[in-house]
């Protein structure tokens, strides 16, 4: 299901997006910046401060995921079931194991939540209908963020 390419957008995009229903039909979109993919028809995040989404996994597992490069306007949205394993659930150190080093992020992490991929699209702007390339649109992109940067460029780094 999830291609070499899927799979490399939500590797690269460090942000993605959970959207999930409460129990009385309302939306919620949770950004989330812990994705990775486990296996090929699974995505996993892990749960820091999630109230609204975990309560609204627990009684309606559907989700959409959505990962996008703002500089080419392109992407992926991904529906599918997901399940939460908590901290002191039997599999959570097996599943926790599979994001490697969190850092100081580890002692905050309450879950883990996965998410078995039934649907996958792609995202596309479109600029892209009106003739638009993905170099022109990297480009110019790539002139508005850096313009709204302190001082007007992207901190390169060192």
Do not use: C
Not at 21 to 30: F, I, R, Y
Not at 100 to 114: E, K
Not at 122 to 150: N, V
């Amino acid at each position: 299901m999830l291609t070499d390419d899927m799979k490399r957008v939500i590797r690269e995009q460090k942000l993605g997006f959970v959207a999930s229903v409460d129990a009385d039909g309302m939306p919620n979109l949770s950004p989330k910046a812990t994705f990775i993919v486990l296996d090929d028809n699974t995505i996993a995040f892990t749960e820091l401060r999630s109230p609204n989404t975990m309560r609204n996994i627990a009684a309606n597992p559907e989700v959409e995921l959505n990962f996008v490069d703002p500089f080419v306007r392109k992407g992926y949205r991904f529906r599918g079931q997901a399940v939460a394993v908590a901290r002191d659930a039997a599999g959570f150190d097996t599943l926790f194991a599979a994001f490697g080093d969190m850092g100081n992020l580890s002692d905050h992490v309450r879950a883990v939540v996965s998410i078995d991929v039934q649907e996958a699209e792609p995202l596309i702007s479109p600029a892209y209908d009106r003739g638009l390339t993905e170099t022109g649109l990297r480009q110019d992109w790539t002139r508005k963020f850096e313009a709204i940067q302190p001082g007007g460029k992207f901190d390169r780094g060192a």
